[in-house]
């Protein structure tokens, strides 16, 4: 079974950095694809950076481009989400998430375990 831990949300000024950190059991970086999402109160959950662990290609929203950085460690099973120029709307409850089949990259559906999130909160 996979679990899946977030850590590093905390409250910023906008144009701060955080790095999230999303630790993995039951050895979650052979799956297919890891990913970090966000989800903010009345909104649908977003896919924000997903990296494929086959090929290490990357995918971001086009909201966080040039601004975030998704990368892991399989040895150390580790996931990350380096965020930079932080804006009050990426304001969310962030969450890992892991995939053993394919598909699109920013559909959470596709994504057969998840975490319980870390809130992230940029005041301007």
């Known amino acids: 079974q996979v679990q899946l831990v977030e850590s590093g949300g905390d409250s910023v000024q906008a144009g701060g950095s955080l790095r999230l950190s999303c630790s993995g059991s039951?050895?979650?970086?052979?799956?297919?694809?890891m990913a970090w999402f966000r989800q903010s109160p009345g909104k649908e959950r977003e896919g924000v950076a997903a990296?494929?662990?086959?090929?290490?290609?990357?995918y971001y929203h086009k909201s966080v481009e040039g601004r975030f950085t998704i990368s892991q460690d399989m040895a150390e099973n580790m996931l990350y989400l380096q965020m930079n120029s932080l804006r009050p709307e990426d304001t969310s409850m962030y969450y890992c998430?892991?995939?053993?089949?394919?598909?699109?990259?920013?559909?959470?559906?596709?994504?057969?375990?998840w975490g319980r999130g870390t809130q992230v909160t940029v005041s301007s």
């Open positions: 990296i494929y662990s086959g090929t290490g290609n990357t």
């Open positions: 998430a892991a995939s053993s089949v394919g598909g699109v990259w920013d559909n959470p559906q596709i994504y057969n375990y």
């Open positions: 039951g050895n979650p970086y052979r799956l297919w694809s």
